[in-house]
């Protein structure tokens, strides 16, 4: 299974940004998908989670409320909707893959390469 993620850039602090996450070789609609960061100096952190349908999601403490995830299932395609972006969002964002299909406290089966994500402040 191949991930590529997508849609990073640089905002100001206040602006959005959606990422897309593309995947490829596997049975996209059976797993659950994730979003991760990591910024320099800092261990990788959640983000957000969703399971195969798209029934649950679930969000880390500091981006509640800011940010959305998604995903088409058509498409084989994840995203992450952020807005009120702030520099502390500042990191690499990586989306992942877990075949139990979850998409939250299991482990990961597939990770993609991340996509840079600036906000300047």
């Known amino acids: 299974v191949q991930l590529q993620a997508s849609g990073g850039g640089l905002v100001q602090a206040g602006g959005s940004l959606r990422l897309s996450c593309s995947a490829s070789?596997?049975?996209?609609?059976?797993?659950?998908m994730g979003w991760f960061r990591q910024a320099p100096g800092k261990e990788r952190e959640f983000v957000a989670a969703i399971s195969w349908s798209g029934g649950r999601t679930y969000y880390g403490d500091s981006v509640k409320g800011r940010f959305t995830i998604s995903r088409d299932n058509a498409k084989n395609t994840v995203y992450l909707q952020m807005v009120s972006l702030k520099p502390e969002d500042t990191a690499v964002y990586y989306c992942?893959?877990?075949?139990?299909?979850?998409?939250?406290?299991?482990?990961?089966?597939?990770w993609g390469r991340g996509t840079q994500v600036t906000v300047s402040s």
């Open positions: 992942a893959a877990d075949r139990s299909g979850y998409g939250y406290g299991q482990p990961i089966d597939y």
């Open positions: 070789g596997g049975t996209f609609s059976t797993y659950g």
